[in-house]
């Protein structure tokens, strides 16, 4: 096991950030940490990297316990917190290698580790670049170099897409795909539900400070009762029908709103014929029509009843 | 790995501008500044002859002696070592002399009669020399009509004589062995000692790029398998070096090319910018370390706490640092810039090196002082909130 | 309006260090008006020089008188008798002059050898030409009578000495007008204003350049419906408002300070000069404005230029005792001649044109800097413009 926490509790004052907060990641997985604004994420992670004091539980990364001072699991950790955090005064190619120097000693290695390291997130032709002259997105690249020129097992990125720009993002995940596959585990914190989806191997939903689901995406929609949603376009449908197909087998829900009836259903099979069926029995002409599978902002919604997103 | 974070470091804060800019062109800048406006101060202090007119009138006439008088004190005056002349006077016309009177071209004029009258524009010391002067020429006469009273004899004895031998009663020592010391010295001093002190940027730097509360690069860092003292005294020590390197282009500028004197005691100049700038540094550390403030609170800090030592010292006002080694002289041994001024000042000034140890012992146990309790404070390895 | 209202809410930030200025300016003025207002009383009064007096001989009767007669015209000052204290005390003129007479001087003196005090002074200074003066007519007087009288009791002959030096010219001071006397604080006051006026403007004038020079900024004002003229013409007129209210905050601190004292035309005139030479720095602070392109910058910028007009030209350290060669580039300063004219304005007790004139001389002389930075400014800007940076 890569990472394991235990029963993790934080306070801050009154507020409980962590609340018995448990889980684990494994060699070689994609891990996503999934969360609301204020859900306990960061704080998570500056735990599991003994940055922060905790009030109870246990933490242990590669089988042994964390440790301010255990430096030989340090070793093996990359870490990409939330905001840039590089040098304004050092160039991007000396800011890789003061903070691969951290890690790596012997000066041959480490020269071939930046470049590798610059190559990788495509800072190559900036390598002389003050960070000060780099655009939004370059800077998150560079701020990800350093967290991970030295190749540790585990790399730990702490929201690294927030306020950047759809192509930079995409390079940043596929990098993290690239690494995943060179044989890094990661952990991976989002309020993005797609980046969680596209990218992770298991998942952890997080509220409050607690771990509210965790499991394959496939498993966390198997969760819920949801099964799909169709959204049909209709002029006009009397308050009959609209009782009449709440009626029809696995609807949970409907409503109807500015010409567009939403149907949610539970699980089950066939949702979509036996409503074009109803239809055509009633004679009612309908619009586009379009289904739509459970996302995980479905699954967050509805074990909290409240939206991911604020 | 130590020098490589040294190295490091170096580079981020030589290339740091505006940090340069206030420890080294701004004092460089103030330097030529105080050279500029205060190149004369030890002059103004001189005499400088004193314009006067005498009133042309009878009297002024019919008088040799008076006449005699006045011309012996447009000479040199007896027992001065140099050429100065007291008076440089005009007589003229009782309009005339009121005009130069107005127009500030004569401290004052004298109208001989009985009694002497002087008549000036307001009180100073040359309106107060010419008085005593005057005085003197009145007193004079009525010495010799009090001897002639009490031995009718004297007058044939030489007392006429006697009379125009004025001698010289003074002889000018010195104590110790610098000879006429320079007031504006200390301007300098001073300001060696502030910019020693501004030393303490550069421990603010360097705390708050390794505390893990204070910036998010230093959160990285703590994730690293580095101890973070390693990277620390790492990073002082190279604030360290370059506070020193501007201290001695400073002192160098001062010396070289602004000619202030320091006496030539240079292994004795060395340690004390050396503790100068240590002092400066791990004060920087502590307030950094000390509280969770932004930076620019603890910037302010900085600034107005090492600005206030200064003028304490004298920066402003050069009487300062005697007023406060007078009055409240627990003070002066607490504040480090005076300490560093005074030990600047003992070298320039002093036969002994007494002050000068206690000056630099002080600034010594004040650097532990502040390194110990900075220690104390981020020896801590993690924090109940970033 | 918007931008004029904008413009205060900008300025509103800045509260903080703009008090942090007016407060030491304050402190500071209100303690240099009172150390530098001892002289020019409405009487003569003499000097005193501070002496320290060291008897190192055995006590008499001559010294005794000369300590008394020396003590009516210098300040003794108390000094323990050890080198590294005195030294101290002449390096920062507590004592002006260090006067000890050595062992058994009274007894030479007086058998007629010849003998000298010793004094350690500030070579050449005025106080200590003074204090020898004193010295030496004490002896002569003395050395009169034990030449010429035989016998003398060293009592008599210190009556004697008092008796003859008692005698004094008489002097007439010359009364210069009736507000001199009290005008030297008000001087102290307009003469350090350009230090916090140059510091305040600058820093209040280029934050808002700043601000609004900020190309992003510029252009996003450029495409709304608001004229270009009018934007400028806003912030100009929320720069003179600045400025001026800065100014009046100072001239009513004047008035609150020194109130009896500030009813005359004198006043009226230094607060005519101070926002004669507000316009400049106005000026000067829109030029720094256009030049420098970060905060960082800016704080480095308003202390070098206000510490060097204010070193150089005469606001901390005197006009007289500056150097010929500083004084020959102060002039091309306009702190110069707002000092100059300051000093003259302090002077003017009789309001004809012949004396005002050079007031207000010097006071074109201040616009007309303001004229010169103003056309730079505008020349720079242009061309920043047609640039596009």
């Known amino acids: ?310 | 790995m130590f020098l490589n974070i040294f190295y490091n470091r170096l580079k981020c804060i030589v290339r740091d501008k505006s940090l340069i800019f206030w420890t080294l062109v701004f004092p460089l800048i103030l330097a030529t500044f105080f050279n500029m406006a205060f190149s004369n101060l030890s002059k103004s202090e001189a005499l400088k002859v004193v314009d006067i007119a005498i009133v042309d009138n009878a009297q002024y006439q019919r008088d040799k002696a008076f006449q005699n008088f006045v011309e012996q004190h447009s000479k040199d005056i007896p027992d001065s070592e140099k050429d100065i002349h007291l008076f440089n006077v005009r007589v003229v016309s009782p309009e005339e002399a009121d005009r130069l009177l107005d127009n500030n071209e004569i401290a004052g004029y004298v109208t001989y009669g009985e009694p002497i009258r002087l008549t000036v524009k307001s009180s100073g010391f040359n309106q107060t020399i010419i008085k005593e002067i005057f005085d003197q020429y009145s007193q004079t006469v009525s010495t010799a009509m009090s001897i002639v009273k009490r031995e009718p004899a004297a007058l044939q004895n030489g007392l006429a004589e006697d009379l125009g031998n004025i001698a010289g009663f003074t002889r000018e020592v010195q104590i110790g062995t610098k000879d006429k010391p320079d007031i504006t010295v200390n301007y300098f001093y001073t300001l060696i000692a502030m910019s020693c002190f501004y030393g303490a940027f550069f421990g603010l730097k360097e705390v708050t790029d390794i505390q893990a509360n204070l910036s998010k690069r230093a959160a990285r860092l703590n994730a690293a398998p580095v101890h973070k003292l390693k990277v620390l005294s790492a990073g002082l020590f190279a604030g360290l070096m370059v506070s020193l390197a501007e201290i001695m282009l400073l002192m160098g500028y001062l010396v070289f090319v602004l000619k202030i004197d320091f006496g030539n005691q240079i292994g004795f100049i060395l340690l004390n910018c050396l503790l100068g700038c240590a002092s400066g540094i791990s004060f920087g550390a502590l307030i950094s370390a000390a509280n969770k403030k932004s930076e620019g609170v603890k910037t302010a800090i900085l600034i107005v706490s090492t600005m206030a030592a200064a003028f304490l010292a004298g920066m402003m006002f050069d009487r300062m640092k005697y007023i406060i080694q007078q009055y409240v002289p627990a003070l002066s041994y607490i504040n480090p810039v005076a300490l560093i001024t005074d030990a600047f000042y003992a070298l320039y000034y002093y036969d002994t090196h007494t002050r000068f140890y206690i000056n630099t012992g002080l600034l010594g146990i004040y650097t532990v002082v502040f390194c110990l309790v900075t220690y104390m404070i981020i020896r801590r390895q993690k924090y109940d909130n970033i | 309006m918007i931008i004029f209202k904008t413009y205060f809410k900008i300025i509103k930030k800045l509260s903080l260090p703009l008090s942090i200025y007016i407060v030491v300016f304050l402190a500071l003025s209100i303690v240099f008006s009172y150390i530098g207002n001892s002289n020019n009383a409405d009487t003569f009064t003499q000097s005193k020089t501070r002496v320290a007096f060291i008897n190192e001989g055995e006590p008499s009767a001559l010294i005794q008188g000369l300590k008394d007669y020396l003590g009516g015209h210098s300040t003794y000052v108390d000094i323990e008798n050890r080198t590294d204290k005195l030294q101290d005390a002449l390096f920062f003129r507590d004592a002006e002059y260090i006067l000890r007479i050595p062992e058994g001087f009274t007894k030479n003196f007086m058998t007629g050898k010849t003998v000298t005090v010793d004094k350690t002074v500030v070579s050449g200074s005025v106080s200590s030409i003074y204090t020898d003066i004193l010295i030496n007519k004490y002896f002569n007087t003395a050395r009169l009578y034990v030449n010429n009288s035989k016998e003398i009791s060293q009592e008599e002959l210190v009556g004697q000495i008092k008796k003859d030096l008692e005698l004094e010219t008489e002097v007439i001071l010359k009364s210069a007008g009736k507000n001199t006397a009290h005008t030297s604080a008000i001087v102290y006051f307009y003469n350090y204003m350009p230090y916090i006026l140059i510091n305040i403007i600058i820093l209040g004038v280029s934050s808002i350049m700043l601000v609004f020079n900020d190309i992003r900024l510029r252009r996003r004002n450029l495409c709304s419906p608001v004229s270009n003229i009018s934007v400028n013409s806003q912030i100009l007129l929320g720069n003179i408002v600045f400025s001026v209210s800065c100014w009046a905050m100072l001239v009513i601190l004047s008035l609150l300070l020194y109130r009896q004292d500030m009813f005359n035309l004198n006043s009226v005139y230094f607060c005519i000069n101070s926002l004669v030479l507000t316009i400049t720095i106005l000026s000067m602070s829109f030029l720094i404005g256009v030049l420098i392109k970060s905060r960082n910058a800016q704080s480095g910028i308003s202390n070098v230029v206000s510490l060097g007009m204010c070193f150089l030209t005469g606001v901390f350290v005197p006009q007289e005792m500056l150097s010929e060669n500083v004084l020959a580039i102060a002039k091309f300063l306009p702190t110069y001649w707002y000092i100059r004219a300051n000093k003259a304005i302090g002077a003017l007790t009789n309001f004809n044109m012949e004396n005002i004139g050079p007031v207000v001389s010097y006071m074109l002389i201040e616009l007309g800097f303001a004229v010169a930075l103003i056309s730079v400014t505008l020349v720079l800007s242009k061309r920043k413009q047609l640039k596009g940076t």
């Open chain 1, 1 to 310: 096991m890569i990472v394991g926490v235990k029963n993790l509790v934080k306070r801050y004052g009154d507020l409980v950030a962590l609340d018995h907060l448990s889980f684990n990641v494994k060699e070689g997985e994609i891990f996503g940490l999934l969360g609301p604004n204020g859900s306990g994420k960061t704080t998570a992670i500056n735990c599991i990297l003994s940055l922060l004091n905790y009030d109870k539980g246990e933490i242990e990364l590669f089988d042994k316990p964390m440790a301010p001072d255990a430096y030989d699991i340090k070793r093996d950790i990359g870490v990409i917190m939330q905001d840039v955090a590089v040098f304004d005064e050092l160039t991007v190619y000396e800011n890789i290698d003061y903070f691969c120097s951290l890690y790596v000693r012997d000066r041959e290695k480490r020269r071939g580790l930046v470049e590798e390291a610059l190559d990788f997130v495509g800072l190559k032709d900036f390598r002389k670049f003050y960070p000060k002259k780099l655009s939004g997105g370059l800077l998150r690249r560079l701020n990800i170099a350093c967290g991970i020129a030295h190749k540790p097992r585990l790399i730990i990125l702490d929201e690294p897409t927030v306020a950047v720009d759809p192509q930079s993002r995409n390079n940043i995940l596929d990098g993290i795909k690239r690494l995943n596959e060179d044989g890094a585990t990661i952990i991976y914190t989002s309020h993005y539900m797609e980046e969680v989806e596209q990218l992770c191997s298991r998942i952890v939903i997080m509220d409050k400070g607690r771990v509210i689901a965790s499991g394959s995406k496939e498993e966390l929609k198997g969760m819920i009762k949801l099964g799909e949603k169709i959204s049909v376009e209709i002029f006009g449908l009397s308050s009959v029908h609209i009782n009449q197909i709440k009626n029809l087998p696995n609807v949970s829900s409907v409503e109807y709103i500015d010409k567009t009836l939403s149907i949610k259903y539970n699980k089950g099979k066939n949702n979509l014929t036996t409503l074009l069926d109803f239809f055509r029995e009633h004679d009612i002409s309908f619009g586009r029509i379009y289904s739509e599978l459970p996302t995980l902002n479905d699954v967050f919604l509805e074990i909290t009843g409240k939206e991911l997103r604020d």
